[in-house]
């Protein structure tokens, strides 16, 4: 079964290491994922994410507002 990462973000520098975070704990925890970035602010405010960058696991707000390790990402995620 296949991960879903979604990284809501306007492509900032904090955004790109989310995205990097996110990738290296699902490689390390050997998950099949995809990862989808989501830059339009409405969308951000559909998906209940008021600050970026945000970080939406299978639906699932796991981060907001915040970049954590990928040593973090790695509990949220198993």
């Known amino acids: 079964m296949s991960v ?8 900032c520098a ?3 290491r989310l995205t990097e ?10 998950l099949d994922y995809e990862v989808v970035k989501i830059t339009d602010p409405d969308e951000f405010l559909r998906l209940g994410v ?3 960058p945000a970080l939406i696991v299978d639906g699932k707000v796991i981060a907001m507002g915040k970049v954590p390790t990928a040593d973090q ?4 995620l198993s």
């Open 4 to 11: 879903k990462l979604q990284i809501l973000g306007t492509g």
């Open 14 to 16: 904090k955004c790109r």
């Open 21 to 30: 975070a996110a990738e290296a704990a699902a490689k390390e925890l050997r």
């Open 50 to 52: 008021m600050l970026t």
């Open 73 to 76: 990402l790695k509990t949220l």
